[in-house]
């Protein structure tokens, strides 16, 4: 199995940034994938961003296109969510997520295609 936990969140205001860490542990070397989901109280969770373990290639949602950057330390297990000029909208509980399966990246822009879930980290964005 594999575990994965978040940390970095906090309570920010609007336009400052803030860097999220995702460790994984355990099995990890079966990861193919970590992707980053938030959340807000009564919505699904949202795709923010994903990268392929070995490869490094990424991919992001809409929301985190041009401000986030996904990054990972493979030595270290360690992936990263560094998150500028962030807005009030971007207030959610930040999930990380490992995948096992080698897919094609847009693929793991779905929740089921992953494994292994983090409990999340809230990240509060003040206006």
């Known amino acids: 199995q594999v575990q994965v936990a978040e940390n970095g969140g906090g309570l920010v205001q609007a336009g400052d940034s803030l860097r999220l860490a995702c460790v994984a542990s355990?099995?990890?070397?079966?990861?193919?994938?970590m992707g980053w989901f938030r959340q807000t109280p009564g919505n699904e969770r949202e795709f923010v961003a994903a990268?392929?373990?070995?490869?490094?290639?990424?991919i992001y949602g809409d929301s985190a296109e041009g401000r986030f950057i996904i990054s990972r330390d493979n030595g270290e297990h360690t992936m990263y969510l560094e998150m500028n000029r962030l807005k009030f909208e971007d207030t959610g509980v930040y999930y990380c997520?490992?995948?096992?399966?080698?897919?094609?990246?847009?693929?793991?822009?779905?929740?089921?295609?992953?494994?292994?879930w983090g409990q999340g980290t809230q990240v509060t964005v003040s206006s």
């Open positions: 997520a490992a995948g096992r399966t080698q897919l094609t990246m847009s693929f793991y822009t779905a929740a089921h295609w992953y494994n292994f």
């Open positions: 355990g099995r990890a070397f079966i990861i193919s994938t």
């Open positions: 990268i392929n373990w070995s490869s490094g290639e990424t």
